[in-house]
């Protein structure tokens, strides 16, 4: 019996909550192009409309990369990229493949597919190629996904940047509802049902939750009652679970398994990845969505192929290509993921026991290679001897009087006044390819003198600070 058979509905909103439909509304055929609302009288032109700013991440890796052109030491701790190179059998597959100049299909190549689908497999996951949909990076295809769920959505405090800044750019509200105490990348199941009734009673619907395993700023991975609470939650509500699981493969202790949403509830739980992260490939741009197998997924998926078909076409054919290969997982790579994991581990780690060391609240990092260590038992210090009251400002004075970029609690959806401060590890693995490469081979990697060096600059300007 499949899982469309056994599984509870989930109900799919087909417009943005602030305009629904009647109740015999239907779509418009994907051919028929959309109404267009003529605008009031008086509208604003576009340069009477709210900027959409750079994402923070993206925004402090550029203002970092200015700051070494212009000479300047920075130390680039603010942008969560896996600094390692790209492995040679991928550049011979992107290579081989790069004569493809075709678009293909909206939801990808069925190589890719039926890979993407083995490696969800092979991690327990029921999957086909039919299930699956790629897209140019996981980070369109949650967008696309936020759009086609058509309502508010409910994302953990703290989170991801791009989460509410895309919901909001699409038009429906985010919701911020704390983690867990000690975890990450979940709602706390007994807040995120407060947030879904008093939404309800404002006259509005979350009708989707987002969750990252393992996450991102904390590093660390939501336990299993966590995560099964919140499904529970998400079934009472008919909410659509995005599980966001880019991490996935970079849990520090191989011993720790990752508890996914699907396994609670599959009818209702979208899965996302991509390469960016696992394998160092976040300039290839790809990613793939796993749909539920149920009425509703099968409905979503038609949605998010439709959306895709109007934003971005198909993904790139070369890199499907060899995405397609990386997904399959032979031996190479996967012996890459396993070295960058320990790597990422080490240095992690490491740069956690600094801030420690120090005197800061650090939650010990589980995974990928962020550290989110909270400045709040110096408060009346950065008060009293710099002037620093708030998160962002602490940030600003990192950066300019030290050259060390980190984001702040609030680009994640904390208020002003935490102090807490997203650390990521990535780009210190060393400037070049053959450092990179040591980085991966070395057994001890923060004996690596350029990381050696990163390590005591973060002493330095920490014992500076505390001055």
């Known amino acids: 019996m499949s899982v469309a058979d056994t599984a509870m509905p989930v109900t799919l909103p087909t417009a943005p909550l602030t305009a629904p439909p009647p109740p015999t509304a239907k779509l418009p055929p994907a051919a028929q192009p959309p109404a267009v ?9 576009v340069t009477q409309l709210p900027p959409v700013p750079v994402s923070a991440t993206l925004a402090a890796n550029e203002t970092l990369a200015r700051k070494r052109r212009d000479g300047e030491t920075v130390l680039p701790l603010a942008f969560g990229e896996a600094g390692l190179p790209t492995h040679p059998v991928l550049r011979d597959a992107l290579a081989a493949a790069s004569g493809g100049n075709a678009y293909g299909p909206v939801a990808g190549l069925p190589e890719l597919r039926e890979a993407a689908a083995g490696y969800w497999t092979r991690r327990g996951v029921p999957a086909s190629a ?40 699409i038009g429906v509200r985010p919701h911020f509802v704390p983690a867990p105490p000690g975890e990450g990348g979940v709602c706390d199941a007994a807040a995120l049902d407060r947030a879904v009734r008093a939404a309800m ?16 700023p904390t590093g660390r991975l939501a336990s299993p009652a966590s995560v099964r609470a919140l499904c529970a939650v998400a079934r009472e509500h008919d909410l659509i679970i995005i599980s966001d699981e880019i991490y996935r493969d970079l849990v520090h202790d191989p ?15 979208v899965l996302t990845t991509a390469l960016s992260k696992s394998l160092a490939l976040g300039g ?31 993904p790139a054919l070369p890199i499907q290509q060899a995405a397609a290969l990386a997904f399959r997982e032979p031996a190479p790579l996967a012996e890459r993921v396993s070295r960058s994991r320990q790597l990422h581990a080490a240095v992690a780690a490491a740069v956690a026991g600094r801030f420690a060391a120090a005197g800061l609240t650090v939650p010990a990092p589980q995974a990928a290679f962020y550290v989110y260590p909270d400045f709040a038992p110096w408060r009346e210090h950065l008060r009293s001897s710099r002037g620093l009251a708030t998160g962002p400002e602490l940030a600003g004075h990192l950066l300019q009087r030290y050259g060390m970029g980190v984001l702040p609690a609030s680009a994640f959806g904390e208020g002003e006044h935490v102090l807490r401060m997203r650390v990521a590890t990535g780009l210190l693995y060393g400037e070049t390819a ?31 600070l505390a001055r």
């Open 130 to 169: 039919a299930s699956m949909v790629a897209g140019p990076g996981s980070k369109a295809l949650l967008f696309g996904l936020l759009l086609a769920a058509g309502s508010d959505v409910a994302v953990p405090r703290p989170s991801w940047v791009s989460y509410a800044a895309q919901a909001s750019m």
């Open 201 to 216: 009673a404002a006259g509005r619907r979350i009708g989707a939750v987002v969750v990252t395993l393992p996450d991102n």
């Open 37 to 45: 609302a003529r605008p009031p009288a008086g509208a604003p032109s």
């Open 255 to 269: 011993g720790l398994e990752v508890t996914s949403p699907v396994e609670a509830a599959p009818e209702r739980t």
């Open 284 to 314: 290839w741009r790809i990613g793939v969505a796993r749909m539920p197998d149920s009425a509703a997924g099968r409905a979503l998926r038609d949605r998010l192929v439709g959306i895709g078909s109007e934003i971005w076409s198909a």
């Open 434 to 464: 053959e450092q990179q490469e040591a980085a991966l081979e070395s057994a001890d990697p923060v004996a690596l003198p350029w990381i050696a060096a990163a390590l005591s600059r973060i002493d330095a300007i920490l014992a500076d």
